[in-house]
């Protein structure tokens, strides 16, 4: 019986089911319902009785391979490189640096990859066989004129929303999910609120209290940059004022403290404009750091997209957006080392410079 299923009775046109009883013609092996196959009395593929070929299953009839993505859990045809959804390489050979999805292969019926369990875009068709469907996104039309974040599907890698949705330079929400890779039900909705009520507003704690190792991991490396200098910049005249109090008067440090008269009105004021700019920057890069990684987004994914083939698009996107450990550890390098060499500064400017 497993043979048949998948295929059809050339009688009533049926597909062949479970349960069904099932006669072959002792001639050619054409398959029939038993009840067909007596209405007829006898075979009725006269043309491959007439080639004197045995019957095989319609190649059209038969259930393809697919494999199924292990991060959005669609289908893609077997063979295929990279998740059609969402982009997601399945092989990691073929991307260097990208991580690799294990997705299975669907055959016989059988899904091999793992299981998915929501009740908003992925249908279970009673045999524990889990699929995407594309018709079952939440375009938020049931929340009002304003999108939610009560309709943000979170076991969706692209939250539930509709992978096709355009936003700015013809960039679509399913490149938007590729190039954020990770933590895509954060940025996701939040891109899509940016969309709809055009405020970028929200607030982000890392890039309140780091955001130069915020830029840095997101792949913002000049953003992370102007973020070290106006931080290390605001913060001259308050560690000026510590060494004037540890009495430092050697060295660079003792050089730059005796320019200043630490206790005039003048030296004050600026300490309390440098403060004054050093948070109004980083309650700008609370604020703001979501929609300039948006901005981001749109102006990096149309340039790959421009030097990629369409093959491959979703899976370039992967590779090149996502996360950046490496460049993380290098600002976070760069701040210890310059932590280092002014603490010697502070601590020892003799020893370090040498000077009498």
């Not at 692209?158 to 096709?164: E, H, I, K, Q, V």
């Not at 949705?165 to 999910?177: K, P």
């Not at 703001?288 to 996107?317: E, F, M």
């Amino acid at each position: 019986m497993a043979d048949y299923k998948g295929s059809k009775c050339i009688a009533c046109g049926k597909e062949f089911k479970d349960g069904d009883d099932i006669v072959v013609c002792p001639e050619c092996g054409t398959p029939y319902h038993r009840i067909c196959y007596n209405k007829n009395g006898k075979c009725i593929n006269e043309t491959l009785h007439a080639s004197g070929k045995a019957w095989e299953p319609d190649a059209a009839e038969k259930q393809p391979s697919k494999r199924i993505c292990v991060r959005c859990h669609a289908e893609n045809p077997d063979g295929a490189l990279y998740c059609c959804r969402c982009g997601m390489p399945f092989n990691a050979g073929v991307n260097s640096g990208a991580r690799p999805n294990s997705g299975g292969a669907f055959r016989d019926g059988i899904n091999t990859a793992p299981l998915h369990n929501d009740d908003m875009n992925y249908s279970n068709n009673g045999n524990n066989q889990t699929r995407y469907d594309p018709n079952g996104y939440n375009d938020g039309s049931d929340q009002g004129d304003f999108f939610s974040s009560f309709s943000v599907n979170y076991s969706d890698p692209l939250c539930g929303f509709n992978p096709s949705e355009e936003y700015e330079n013809g960039v679509t929400l399913a490149e938007l999910g590729a190039y954020v890779d990770s933590n895509t039900h954060y940025y996701l909705p939040k891109f899509k609120f940016m969309k709809e009520t055009g405020s970028g507003v929200a607030v982000n704690f890392t890039a309140l209290f780091f955001p130069q190792f915020y830029f840095a991991y997101r792949k913002m490396p000049l953003m992370a940059l102007v973020s070290m200098i106006v931080l290390f910049v605001t913060e001259i005249p308050q560690l000026l004022a510590q060494c004037g109090e540890l009495g430092i008067t050697a060295g660079i440090i003792g050089q730059l403290v005796s320019m200043f008269d630490m206790r005039s009105g003048a030296f004050r004021a600026l300490m309390m404009i440098c403060y004054l700019i050093g948070m109004v920057f980083r309650l700008y890069t609370s604020f703001n750091g979501n929609k300039l990684y948006y901005r981001h987004c749109l102006k990096k994914i149309p340039l790959i997209k421009s030097q990629t083939p369409d093959n491959v698009r979703l899976a370039a996107l992967h590779q090149n957006g996502g996360t950046s450990p490496g460049l993380l550890i290098l600002f976070i390098a760069i701040y210890f080392v310059g932590s280092m060499v002014l603490s010697y500064l502070v601590v020892d400017p003799l020893s370090v410079l040498g000077t009498a």
